[in-house]
């Protein structure tokens, strides 16, 4: 496996080569050094990355992504495929992407893929562009516009503001020409809240009943020890990862930020309130980490893969890790999952793109939604590589996991229901 990525990376270029040479070791174990582990998740990123942007910052990606649907897929317009891929594929590396320049192979990876990042968001919204994404029909672009405009909060210097007047003009009128789409009453919801955030955030007219409507809503299917229910019925499965923590907690971060009205209530309580309750949700997470990597493989989108660990790296990114889930434990516990993943066998097809599957290409597994444009939302378990090598994140030492110290017989905290 090591050797037909390392010679993959050698095709695609001398940074990605040295990029993955850094991390051969790493690849092949559930443990290693801090900037092993580094390495293997920034050569994931790669992986990712490259193949799309490349394409797509050339209007080439709806010409050369070949289209793989479920086998249960329901008959919308699979053009939906490119804004799922580009929408959250960008909103899982935009950390990386903010991170200052450098003269190192990683600096220049990321100089390279930053450009080739604001060429296709100027392609994403460019009528005469062959890679304009699908703004109209199917209320799927509801969905990944969210994903599109999360990406530039998370990242504004470099993926906003670079951009000229034409293309930002573009954009804020497709965003706001999604307000036509009804919300369902699930996780869609934030969705719609996110793009009116972003509004927000960059100082366009926003709608902030379509913000509080859904943090309401969603604080109504809070069901208590750091689960929330997407819509009326509890369902066990991860879409509060892939959803609901992260985009309620960064919803209220501009709430907070722009002292934007919410009646009744102070969103500086809720954004306390969103963030104990998405740490409570991060060790539940982390507890699910089994001794070797595994994870229970529960619920619908499970091709989604590691963005099940999205609130965990979002809090490292934020800094935010309860004091339970010590920084190298989380990195430990996070690499093993990633390996035990990613390490497995075709993953991605032999043009770089990403399959349908859980650990490697098992496109029975599939859900009704499900095309290999919406994998790319894997892309959300790498935000912690938003952090400089250099921050304790990534230098302190590695320590064993919850199960893994358990099923070792090592001491380990008992794991009690909280309140809040």
Not at 118 to 137: E, F, H, I, R
Not at 218 to 235: A, P, R, S, T
Request: glycine letters at 8%; a positive charge; one cysteine or more.
């Amino acid at each position: 496996m090591q050797r037909r990525n390392f010679m993959r990376a050698a095709a695609l270029g001398p940074a990605a080569s040295g990029l993955l040479a850094a991390g051969q070791a790493a690849a092949a174990a559930s443990a290693g050094t801090p900037g092993q582990e580094r390495a293997h998740m920034l050569n994931l990123l790669r992986q990712m990355a490259e193949p799309v942007l490349g394409l797509m910052s050339k209007g080439e990606l709806k010409k050369k992504f070949t289209l793989e649907l479920s086998p249960t897929w329901d008959g919308r317009d699979p053009s939906v495929a490119y804004l799922e891929c580009f929408g959250r594929l960008i909103a899982g590396i935009a950390p990386w992407l903010a991170l200052p320049a450098d003269g190192t192979p990683e600096g220049q990876l990321r100089q390279r893929l930053q450009q080739q990042a604001l060429q296709s968001y100027a392609n994403a919204v460019d009528p005469k562009s062959p890679d304009l994404l699908t703004w109209k029909g199917h209320g799927q672009a509801l969905v990944d516009s969210a994903y599109f405009t999360n990406a530039l909060m998370r990242a504004p210097k470099v993926l906003w503001d670079p951009l000229d007047a034409t293309t930002k003009g573009r954009i804020v009128a497709a965003i706001k020409g999604l307000r036509r789409i009804e919300v369902p009453y699930i996780n869609w919801l934030l969705f719609a809240a996110m793009n009116e955030a972003w509004l927000l955030s960059i100082g366009e007219e926003s709608d902030p009943m379509r913000m509080n409507g859904a943090i309401r809503k969603i604080n109504e299917w809070y069901v208590g020890d750091g689960w929330i229910k997407d819509g009326q019925d509890f369902h066990f499965d991860y879409y509060g990862a892939y959803v609901m923590h992260p985009m309620l907690v960064e919803i209220l971060e501009v709430l907070v930020a722009r002292k934007a009205p919410f009646w009744n209530a102070k969103p500086e309580e809720l954004l306390a309130q969103a963030t104990k309750r998405a740490q409570r949700y991060g060790e539940h997470l982390e507890r699910f980490i089994g001794p070797e990597g595994s994870y229970p493989p529960i619920g619908r989108s499970l091709t989604y893969r590691t963005a099940v660990f999205q609130p965990l790296a979002l809090l490292a990114w934020r800094k935010q890790l309860p004091a339970s889930l010590p920084e190298g434990q989380v990195r430990a516990a996070l690499h093993a999952a990633h390996v035990a993943i990613w390490d497995g066998p075709s993953n991605f097809t032999q043009d770089g793109f990403l399959t349908i599957g859980f650990r490697g290409r098992q496109p029975e597994l599939g859900d009704w939604y499900s095309n290999n444009g919406s994998m790319y939302i894997a892309a959300a378990g790498l935000l912690a590589l938003g952090l400089p090598a250099t921050d304790s994140y990534w230098t302190s030492p590695a320590q064993d996991w919850t199960q893994k110290k358990a099923f070792s017989s090592q001491r380990f905290p008992k794991d009690y229901p909280v309140s809040y």
